[in-house]
C-alpha cells in the first residue's frame, strides 16, 4: 500500500474562507493530481504537477491553486469558498513501472461549505 | 481530445452471478489500468495491461486489453458482496501522457 496523506479528513467551512487542503507522500513520484469526485461519480481532474515547480490545470474548471515547491508536498488552496465547492477531493502520485503511470490515490478530503 | 467510456454505467447482480464492465477508448492506448473504490472509500489500483490482447487474472476477476489496443474488460466470476464498489478503468496514450480515467462501472451485489 502507498504512502499517502492527505489532511483534513473532514473539513465543514463557512462561504467566503480561504481553505488549503493538504497532501504528502512518502515515495518520491514526480508526479502528483488533485481530483474532484461526487460520491459515487466521476473523477475530475483539477490540477496536476509532472514535478517540484511544474503545475498544471486539468480538464475541470476550478477556482482553486496548487503549488509544488518540494517533491513530497501538493498543497491545494481555495481562495473564497462557495457551496458548490462542496465535494470530496481526492489526492494521487503516480509511479511509471512495467509501462504504464499506476496511480496511489490518498483518503481524500470531504469538504462541505455552509 | 481523448475519451474513456465505461459500459454499463450501474449493474445490480445477484450473489453469485458473473459481471462484467467494458472499457472503450477513442483513441489507441498504450495501457490500461483498472482501479476499485469499495463506498465512501477511495480508489485502489488492481491491475495495468500494457500488451496487445493481453489477458490477467487475479482470482475470481479476468481482465482483457484488446488486439486493436482500444478497449478493454474487466469480469468477476460467481460475485460475492466483498466485490462490491466502483470499478475504474484508465488509461494512457502514451507513456509521457495524463492517465485518462473512465466514469466508472457502479456493481451492486444483491445477497
Known amino acids: 500500500e502507498a504512502d499517502i496523506y492527505q489532511t483534513p479528513r473532514y473539513l465543514v467551512i463557512g462561504t467566503g474562507k480561504k481553505i488549503t487542503l493538504e497532501c504528502s507522500q512518502t515515495m518520491g513520484h514526480d508526479k502528483m493530481y488533485w481530483y474532484q469526485q461526487d460520491p459515487g461519480m466521476e473523477l475530475h481532474l483539477i490540477h496536476y504537477s509532472y514535478g517540484v515547480n511544474s503545475t498544471e490545470k486539468g480538464d475541470l474548471s476550478s477556482e482553486s491553486t496548487v503549488s509544488r515547491i518540494r517533491t513530497e508536498h501538493f498543497p491545494l488552496t481555495l481562495e473564497s469558498a462557495r457551496p458548490s465547492h462542496t465535494s470530496q477531493y481526492l489526492c494521487?502520485?503516480?509511479?511509471?513501472?512495467?509501462?504504464?503511470?499506476?496511480?496511489?490515490f490518498g483518503p481524500g478530503t470531504r469538504l462541505t461549505v455552509l | 481530445g481523448q475519451q474513456v467510456m465505461q459500459i454499463p454505467q450501474y449493474q445490480h447482480v445477484q450473489e453469485g452471478e458473473d459481471f462484467t464492465t467494458y472499457c472503450n477508448s477513442s483513441t489507441t492506448l498504450s495501457n490500461i489500468q483498472w482501479y476499485k473504490q469499495r463506498p465512501g472509500g477511495h480508489p485502489v489500483f488492481l491491475i495495468q495491461?500494457?500488451?496487445?490482447?493481453e489477458v490477467k487474472k487475479q482470482k475470481r476477476l479476468t481482465f482483457q486489453f484488446g488486439e486493436a489496443k482500444k478497449n478493454s474488460s474487466l469480469h468477476i466470476t460467481a460475485t460475492q458482496t466483498t466485490d462490491v464498489g466502483t470499478y475504474f478503468c484508465a488509461g494512457q496514450k502514451t507513456s509521457y501522457d495524463k492517465v485518462i480515467f473512465g466514469p466508472g462501472t457502479s456493481l451492486s451485489v444483491i445477497p
Open positions: 494521487a502520485s503516480s509511479s511509471y513501472r512495467e509501462g504504464a503511470d499506476t496511480q496511489y
Open positions: 495491461l500494457v500488451k496487445s490482447g
